[in-house]
């Protein structure tokens, strides 16, 4: 159903309708005869129409001008039928693209909210914050399944789980397009790395696909009847996204009934007609291959159909009629820029999500009448960690940090003392001692040849580190080589960082060449650890190539114990209790680049440090998933994890530290010990040697070839805790899992013993708060199918409820399971089928813990 602001933009004027009648009725009928039963509902006919009447006025090229976008972040005009351009704005956790915005806990932490009706609000926030710039499109949400801990972009996605990440993202979108704006699902599909997001082609079996990667998107477009969705950058089975059939034409637009606007990523698109031909309605930023050098030509030759250049145009056409785009201003003045309403809903998001994972001894909640002192030690304390880096990055107007948000809480009468607990990384490289000058020979070219001019330096990288600089593209490699000498024995750290996008390099140690994972555009600075001898000297070089920001390296070693400061220490020793903040941020994790499963570098000595100084030591990390924590872990009684908690994070951090609110975040993803036993780890980088070649033609351009590196998905679907479950292998905290200041029993489980296949079938059963405080738990339904004749993961997430719950209190809850809860994806009859047979249902408070359980039979 749509909403009420688009049912009312449905409605014409009734000049309009006389002049159009004789076109409406037989389009009636076509888009009638074309929506399936979950499909959006077709367009009125009087939008139909119209549509068909403003599209009859324009010439061929001045369609194809509609289908490229222009300035970087709008639809092209069409002064001919009156229409403006279109205002579009990155996205998940804020409105981004035009200024200071709120920034919200959006993404993963969304995901850990398991709240339904937060994401509407949430949803309906973004809305009013996009009219209150005039956007019409919020590119926004993605949907993209978290496979691997080190995706880059996990903290914009959801969940390692598609039925979580589809009850998020319905009333999400229906939230964003109540206020008249219209969200964009993205990245469609299979975008579950940074790693060569270009060129990488993601291959997936169909099975694989539809029970885990589609789903989101399926739910996006049959439920949340978004009109807007993105192709992502990769290919997928070979064939990039923005090109392919089977996604584009096949699945979205013809399955799942797809009636609105299918845009690229920007600079996603790699053939003109190809695109135009497999789904791509609109290339953004601009047209470089859909555009009337490339297309003119392929609609005389008849490659491409006028009628295909039709109907994307008519896509545009019936949204902005559809959400009355020409009728209304979209800067709507009721909706104020800087919101505190919104503010509300940012500080609910972060108090939603944080989720606590360690409590032992009942340290939390901290008792503000029993702390003199506090310290609050590490690199994210101050300043606030909003979200992570890229394209979602949002400017907060007052962000709150860790450090001002506990100081606000805990009063006058607490000391409050701060350490960044480590150096800058450009503090690291200045301070660096060589064993003598570091040579740097500089070469014209990005491979080592050429004539190098020669210099000598004190340190490696002694100019401001920025993470963007000027565009520079005069091509350049640069050789350090240095020697370093340790003056006591221990435990030494080697850091090298770029940040420039298309910049790379190696190092090496005594001749061999440190192993880092591959890069193509920018990289999160790795580091290496050695154990050394007194007097033992390491001769190091580094080979790095510059990208398009001039040169921007660094590099240095530290004794690791003397990272820590001296203050750090001492106020940890000083403290009452610790808070050390540590995680990743805007430059650690972001798009474009993987990020590292390690703690960025120093910080697991920090948390060592502060540890051993004080035994009342509580972390708190910042990411968008899991990372190791297995240096400290056991020595902490204390570990919170805050995902990227949006503005109002510090308040929310000091909220639960404090018991003003009882954590409820769980987790929507698993916490692996190590990245090597994550199930894709083994699958994670493209085969060797299994890439076919790939030509691109560029209307006006010079052919390019290349070779397309495959990534195999042979992890299959044993993704998360399908793999955990199935293996009967425990990961360090398991999905779903998040603790409470109070208790919560389940029980008095009811499901018919047998239904017949394809009925709704409830369940129902009671959750208790069996403690002393108010709280609010997640109970989560998974199913299994022991008698299926695929081969299925052992359990699958079917339901969940969000219950508060009062101390003492009990709830009914009922959850309904579809056809859809008990089914599997038949390869070979390509569609979805139940196995009639035994069927369990399990009922608890994580994917491990699951104390509720049923048998079922389907006939
Ligand atoms: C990102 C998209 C984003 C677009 C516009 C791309 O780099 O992949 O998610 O919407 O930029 O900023």
Redesign the pocket.
């Known amino acids: 159903m749509r909403n009420l602001k688009q049912s009312l933009s449905r409605s014409i004027s009734p000049i309009t309708l006389v002049f159009l009648l004789p076109i409406l009725l037989g389009c009636a009928l076509i888009a009638a005869a074309q929506a399936s039963a979950q499909a959006p509902a077709p367009d009125s006919p009087a939008i139909e129409a119209q549509a068909h009447a403003m599209l009859a006025k324009l010439t061929l090229e001045e369609k194809i001008d509609l289908l490229g976008g222009v300035d970087g972040m709008f639809t092209h005009p069409a002064p001919a039928i009156g229409l403006p351009r279109f205002k579009m704005s ?2 998940s956790v804020g409105v981004r ?1 035009w200024g200071p915005t709120t920034a919200y806990a959006g993404g993963v932490a969304l995901a850990a909210t398991w709240d339904r009706e937060f994401a509407r609000k949430l949803g309906e926030s973004l809305g009013k914050d996009a009219r209150a710039r005039g956007v019409n499109f919020l ?1 926004g949400p ?1 949907v993209n399944i978290a496979r691997s801990p080190i995706a880059g972009r996990n903290f914009e996605y959801l969940s390692e789980d598609p039925f979580l990440n589809s009850a998020v993202v319905v009333p999400f979108i229906q939230g964003v397009q109540s206020q008249g704006v219209i969200a964009t699902a ?2 469609y599909a299979l975008n579950d790395q940074e790693y060569n997001r270009h060129n990488a082609s993601s291959d997936v079996d169909e099975r694989t696909m539809r029970e885990m990667y589609l789903p989101s998107f399926e739910a996006a477009v049959t439920k949340g009847h978004v009109d807007a969705v ?1 192709n992502s ?1 990769n290919l997928v089975n070979g064939v990039h996204a923005t090109q392919n059939d089977f996604l584009n034409l096949k699945v979205l637009k013809g399955e799942w009934g797809f009636q609105g606007i299918l845009m690229s ?2 600079d996603a698109t790699y053939d003109s007609v190809g695109a135009a031909n497999n789904g791509l309605d609109l290339e953004m ?1 601009s047209p470089r291959f859909m555009n009337t050098k490339g297309l003119l030509p392929a609609v005389k030759d008849g490659s491409v159909k006028e009628s295909t250049i039709d109907d994307k145009v008519l896509r545009l056409l019936r949204a902005v009629l559809r959400y009355g785009f020409l009728d209304r201003p979209q800067l709507d003045p009721a909706d104020s820029t800087y919101s505190v309403a919104d503010r509300a809903v940012a500080l609910d998001g972060a108090l939603e999500s944080i989720t606590l994972l360690k409590n032992d001894g009942g340290l939390l909640p901290l008792d503000p009448a029993r702390i003199k002192t506090i310290a609050i030690i590490g690199p994210n304390a101050w300043p606030a960690v909003t979200g992570g880096g ?3 990055e949002a400017q907060a107007f007052e962000p709150v940090s860790i450090l001002t948000g506990i100081a606000n809480l805990a009063g006058p009468n607490v000391r409050v003392l701060y350490s960044r607990g480590l150096p800058e990384m450009n503090d690291l490289f200045r301070n660096t001692r060589w064993d003598g000058p570091v040579k740097v020979a500089t070469y014209p070219s990005r491979d080592f040849t050429g004539k190098p001019e020669t210099a000598t330096v004190s340190s490696i990288g002694d100019f401001r580190f920025e993470r963007r600089g000027p565009r520079d593209e005069t091509p350049r490699s640069l050789r350090y080589t240095a020697s370093y000498k340790a003056v006591k024995a221990g435990t030494y750290l080697l850091l090298a960082a770029s940040q420039t996008w298309g910049s790379d390099f190696k190092v090496l140690v005594d001749g061999k060449q440190l192993e880092t994972p591959p890069h193509v555009e920018g990289q999160a600075p790795p580091f290496w650890t050695f154990d050394l001898t007194a007097g033992q000297t390491l001769n190091v070089e580094a080979d790095y190539v510059s990208g398009f920001g001039g040169v921007r390296f660094g590099m240095g070693i530290a004794y690791e114990p003397d990272l820590v400061t001296e203050d750090a220490r001492n106020f940890a020793a000083a403290a009452d209790v610790v808070v050390v903040a540590a995680g990743f941020d805007g430059f650690t994790e972001g ?1 474009g680049h993987d990020r590292t499963f390690a703690l960025p570098w120093g910080q697991d000595a920090l948390i060592e440090a502060v540890a051993a100084a004080n035994p009342h030591t509580i972390v708190i990390l910042t990411g968008g998933g899991g990372m190791d924590t297995r240096r400290w872990l056991a020595k902490v009684p204390a570990l919170l994890h805050i995902w990227y908690p949006g503005q109002e994070g510090g308040t929310a951090v000091a909220e639960v530290l404090f018991g003003k609110h009882n954590p409820e975040g769980k987790l929507p993803v698993s916490f692996d010990n190590s990245w090597e036993e994550n199930p894709s780890f083994p699958w994670y980088y493209p085969v060797k040697g299994a890439g076919a070649s790939l030509h691109v033609t560029e209307p006006g351009r010079e052919p390019v070839d290349y070779v397309i590196p495959h990534v195999k998905y042979g992890d299959g679907l044993l993704v998360g805790y399908r793999y955990w479950t199935t293996t009967g292998k425990h990961p360090l905290y398991p999905f779903g899992f998040g603790l409470s200041y109070t208790t919560f029993s389940f029980s008095k489980l009811e499901a018919p013993a047998s239904a017949a296949a394809g009925t709704t079938i409830p369940v129902s059963f009671d959750v208790t708060n069996t403690g002393s405080v108010a709280g609010a738990e997640v109970a989560q339904l998974y199913v299994s199918d022991p008698s299926a004749k695929a081969t299925r993961p052992e359990r699958e997430l079917k339901g969940f409820e969000k219950v508060r719950l009062a101390p003492g209190e009990t709830k009914r809850v009922t959850i309904d399971l579809d056809a859809r809860s008990f089914s599997y994806w038949d390869s070979s009859a390509h569609k979805w089928t139940i196995d009639p047979g035994k069927f369990v249902i399990r009922v608890g408070d994580s994917s491990e813990n699951t104390p509720l359980s049923a048998d079922l039979t389907l006939n």
Do not use: N, R, V
Request: hydrophobic share 25%; net charge negative; no cysteine.
């Open positions: 990155d996205a693209t590119l993605g993205k990245h993105m950058y990523d920007w930023p890229g394209s979602s798009e």
